[in-house]
């Protein structure tokens, strides 16, 4: 497999993920009860045909006796079980589409709630390719077993010892065929099991490599990389052909074997059967019904083989499926939490330290406070903590020590809904989905009406730009936003956030992507929003955070100095040189008023 595979978690056995999968059933497990009892009543139909038919052969041979009556009753059963197996057919149809939907949403539902860690971590190709092709196993699972698969087994586990009933003799004789042939199967099934594992990990590294590479064309573009990016998922293919040639090869095997087995059990049948016919140990109806019994036999044990091969392709599929569901969130709700309401907006961070792993601190003991209508910068080298320290405020995680709190309360003890409803995020990327405008917008206020619309993008200097479009606010953007600037981007995303009019706003480099002149609007209009409310800003380059009550510059994770701009900029600390780095030292009217002399 390929290095950016996730570790391996342990194997499931298969008879564990069909545990599951009949549990995955949910409200639809009074239907699969009844296409089970539907089940047995097409393998009992299906039993009785041979029987009927040796009947009215040994009744033809004794001659004198009617076979009307029988042949009446062997109608009768082939019609009802011609209406059976529509029933159970159209029903199973229906159980397995709904049920795959209903799987699919609850999957993709439970994965957006899980933690960012493990979304950075897992890729998000193998996360949609467990989701639909799992989802699709459990349909396809769902309607064999429940149309034909369930029919079957039940028709193997009754005919075998129904025939002993029947006749000892050719019943024996036709277990003893069997009993090989099984036996064939269950070691074909172990041969196959961990190899197709295997083959379904090598399926998730071909979607995961299409899908980075993709996401990413326009640098493949740009770097010449095409025919370097087909040749590694070339080499993907490879492996993972390396992996299904034994599998298939296996199965090939099987259905060879598979005829010529029920030509064999036949032939022995009849012979075996001549013999005891010979002693007076059988009659003519019974080799005929026997022989009969060993073609439908035969017949169903090949079905199940099918039935077998198709649950050990899709197993591998459904575990994948069943490991994302299985994952638990890392921060959710505690028990008793509350919904705040619309908060005031004091923040306070009160000794908190982070770290992403055990051993590598990210955040160290760090204490500030934020009252409503203040605005507080978070200023540092790349890594230094900042946005960690307010990813750690909407509670994408949670501290190793120390507590946040939102008026006074800790937010482990408040909502993840209704924590989040209060703070309004402007990420560096702006993260837009590939919907219309108008969705984007409204991800925040889902009723916010146009005139809402329109005030909040003419607030982040974006509403000539959406004019400009044909269909205006209903105009689809593409994957990420592309049909934008990036500057364009991440104006709408500052209007989005405006939109939602939280008490909390988190400005995370917020205005990087934009130009001077259009920076100097955005900016005006973030001025103006953070009155009355609790603004946190991210910035790297200074001059955007002059205004700010409150300045906290981090080092290594901690915060080694605080206090006003300018007090901080005269202070010859850290603040001073990233200040004398960006040639901000000077007053803001001497830098803007200074004209370069040639």
Same mark, same amino acid.
């Given at each position: ?37 539907? *089940?047995?009543?097409?393998? =009992?139909?299906?039993? %009785?045909?041979? $029987?009927? #038919? &040796? @009947?009215? !052969?040994?009744?033809? +041979? /004794? ?103 029947? *006749?000892?003799?050719?019943? =024996?004789?036709?277990? %003893?065929?069997? $009993?090989? #042939? &099984? @036996?064939? !199967?269950?070691?074909? +099934? /172990? ?112 079905? %199940? ?294």
């Amino acid at each position: 497999m390929s290095a950016s595979s996730p570790a391996r978690k342990p194997r499931r056995g298969p008879f564990a993920i069909y545990r599951r999968t009949i549990a995955l059933l949910g409200e639809e497990r009074r239907l699969a009860a009844w296409l089970v009892a539907g *089940n047995v009543a097409l393998a =009992g139909a299906t039993f %009785a045909e041979p $029987v009927l #038919f &040796g @009947a009215i !052969i040994d009744r033809l +041979t /004794r001659g004198g006796e009617a076979i009307a009556p029988l042949a009446a009753l062997w109608a009768g059963i082939a019609l009802a079980a011609i209406a059976g197996r529509v029933a159970v057919g159209l029903n199973a149809d229906r159980l397995s589409h709904r049920r795959r939907l209903a799987a699919l949403t609850e999957v993709f539902g439970h994965a957006l709630t899980l933690s960012l860690s493990w979304h950075r971590r897992t890729h998000s190709g193998r996360v949609v390719k467990a989701l639909v092709v799992g989802a699709n196993a459990l349909a396809d699972v769902w309607l064999t077993f429940f149309r034909s698969g369930c029919a079957t087994l039940i028709g193997l586990a009754a005919l075998l010892p129904a025939s002993l009933a029947l *006749n000892p003799w050719l019943g =024996g004789i036709l277990i %003893a065929l069997l $009993v090989v #042939f &099984g @036996a064939a !199967i269950t070691i074909l +099934t /172990r041969q196959t099991q961990n190899r197709q594992e295997d083959v379904e990990s090598y399926h998730s590294d071909v979607a995961q490599q299409a899908a980075d590479a993709i996401s990413q064309v326009a640098v493949v573009q740009s770097f010449a990389r095409a025919r370097a990016e087909t040749a590694a998922l070339g080499a993907v293919m490879k492996r993972l052909l390396d992996a299904q040639m034994p599998v298939l090869s296996w199965w090939a095997y099987a259905a060879a074997a598979t005829p010529a087995a029920g030509t064999i059990t036949v032939l022995g049948v009849v012979l075996a059967g001549a013999e005891l016919n010979s002693r007076g140990l059988a009659s003519v109806g019974d080799i005929v019904t026997f022989a009969a019994l060993a073609t439908l036999t035969v017949g169903k044990l090949g079905e %199940a083989v099918g039935l077998v091969n198709m649950l050990m392709l899709n197993a591998p599929r459904i575990a994948e499926l069943l490991d994302v569901l299985d994952e638990r969130p890392e921060v959710s709700d505690r028990e008793g939490a509350r919904d705040p309401g619309r908060a005031a907006g004091r923040v306070a961070f009160e000794r908190v330290s982070f770290a992403y792993e055990p051993d590598r601190p990210t955040l160290t003991d760090v204490s500030f406070e934020a009252l409503p209508g203040e605005t507080v910068a978070l200023v540092g080298a790349t890594g230094s903590g900042k946005s960690t320290t307010l990813a750690l405020l909407h509670r994408a995680f949670d501290p190793a020590e120390g507590r946040i709190t939102l008026d006074g309360a800790d937010i482990r003890d408040l909502t993840l809904e209704g924590l989040r409803r209060n703070v309004g995020v402007v990420f560096q990327d702006p993260m837009l989905f590939a919907r219309s405008i108008a969705d984007n917008l409204r991800v925040g206020k889902p009723d916010a009406t146009v005139e809402e619309l329109e005030a909040a993008c003419a607030k982040a200097e974006v509403l000539d730009v959406i004019r400009r479009l044909p269909q205006g606010f209903d105009s689809l953007l593409g994957e990420r936003g592309a049909s934008l600037s990036g500057g364009e981007r991440q104006r709408l995303a500052i209007a989005r956030a405006l939109l939602k009019d939280p008490p909390i706003l988190v400005l995370d480099e917020a205005t990087s992507a934009l130009d001077a002149g259009t920076e100097a609007r955005v900016q005006a209009a973030l001025d103006a929003a953070r009155k009355g409310r609790t603004t946190l800003v991210i910035a790297h380059r200074l001059a955007t955070v002059r205004s700010a009550d409150l300045v906290l510059v981090f080092e290594n994770g901690r915060i080694v100095e605080r206090g006003g701009f300018e007090a901080l900029a005269a202070a010859a600390g850290p603040f001073a040189r990233l200040v004398a780095a960006q040639e901000l030292s000077r007053p803001r009217e001497a830098r803007e008023g200074a004209v370069e002399v040639p």
